[in-house]
């Protein structure tokens, strides 16, 4: 599993959000900037979502014993 992001994924997350907000002059580190901070947060969320899928689900459970007829 990739663990950063590459230039070219904030490039072009960076370029999208710049178009969301109307392709305004100036400012462009404010959208790489939140394009690293979007990346990183769902690459961190696909991280813990695959350790989800590798814990179990539920304990394990101990194994039933037969009750003893009181008589």
Do not use: F, H, N
């Not at 950063?4 to 404010?30: F, H, K």
């Not at 959208?31 to 689900?57: I, N, S």
Request: charged share 35%; aromatic share 8%.
């Amino acid at each position: 599993m990739q663990l950063c992001a590459t230039q070219d994924e904030i490039r072009e997350r960076a370029y999208y959000l710049w178009e969301q907000r109307g392709r305004p002059i100036g400012s462009p580190v404010t959208d790489w900037e939140r394009a690293e901070q979007e990346l990183r947060l769902e690459q961190a969320a696909a991280q813990m979502a695959g350790w989800a899928r590798r814990a179990p689900a539920t304990r394990a459970r101990r194994p039933r014993t037969k009750r003893q007829d009181p008589t």
